[in-house]
């Protein structure tokens, strides 16, 4: 069965430094895709980035970037020049690739403040 | 572009009572999802659809919860009789039926059951 784990509950950070949230999942898929959603108190999940699987370079999106290891199965999100907006909960997710059942698969969630 | 409109918003209901969420998806998603979200946990899948056919709902508590996408667009989801522990965030998400594209969710339907 797939599984993603985060192992933080909460994270903080400084404004305009640097934080890592990590994820690890498990699956015997080789097709997948992993995405990291942001959940801010007004509760709409928002995409923050998407990685492919059989892609080795790391997806960026402006501030946010991962570290994804596929032989380590881990799917860090590095968020560089931290912003008081970043302050959310943050999900990692899996989704396998192909077939009809490309069910979207969610962790625990990483609570992230942002202190000024 | 319209995103995935949810309501109610918000529902408060007494144990054994029904309540019933209905989701309007983007147009043209054949993929739609509904996820259960606890307070300070990851969303939980309950039913997946393609287009109005069920295509994962291994984790929806039959004996009280149902749900119906009819002809492939709108979607209600439904708890009778509703316990306590149903309380909770249900969210509603859309996507495309391609291979790792994006969901997009609704706002979100806080359930309360007193």
């Known amino acids: 069965a797939q599984t993603v784990t985060q192992s933080q509950p909460e994270m903080s950070v400084q404004e305009a430094e640097t934080v890592t949230l990590s994820c690890t999942y498990d699956?015997?898929?080789?097709?997948?895709?992993l995405f990291w959603y942001k959940q801010p108190p007004s509760r709409q999940m928002i995409l923050v980035i998407r990685?492919?699987?059989?892609?080795?370079q790391n997806a960026t999106e402006n501030r946010f970037s991962v570290n994804f290891q596929k032989a380590a199965k881990s799917f860090s999100l590095k968020i560089s020049d931290s912003q008081l907006g970043d302050a959310a909960m943050y999900f990692c997710?899996?989704?396998?690739?192909?077939?009809?059942?490309?069910?979207?698969?969610f962790g625990t969630g990483t609570l992230l403040a942002v202190q000024p | 572009e319209a995103g995935v409109a949810q309501s109610p918003r918000y529902k408060i209901i007494e144990k054994r009572q029904s309540v019933a969420f209905w989701c309007n998806p983007i147009?043209?998603?054949?993929?739609l999802y509904w996820y259960q979200q606890i307070l300070g946990q990851g969303p939980k899948l309950l039913i997946q659809?393609?287009?109005?056919?069920?295509?994962?709902d291994s984790q929806l508590p039959k004996d009280r919860f149902s749900a119906e996408r009819l002809k492939g667009v709108d979607s209600t989801l439904k708890i009778q009789p509703a316990k306590l522990e149903d309380s909770a965030v249900y969210l509603c998400?859309?996507?495309?039926?391609?291979?790792?594209?994006?969901?997009?969710f609704g706002q979100g339907t806080r359930l309360t059951v007193v």
């Open positions: 990685q492919e699987a059989y892609k080795q």
């Open positions: 659809f393609q287009n109005n056919g069920v295509v994962d």
């Open positions: 699956t015997s898929e080789s097709d997948y895709y």
């Open positions: 997710a899996y989704r396998v690739g192909g077939g009809a059942t490309n069910k979207l698969i």
């Open positions: 147009s043209g998603h054949a993929t």
């Open positions: 998400a859309s996507s495309l039926a391609i291979p790792g594209t994006e969901a997009f």
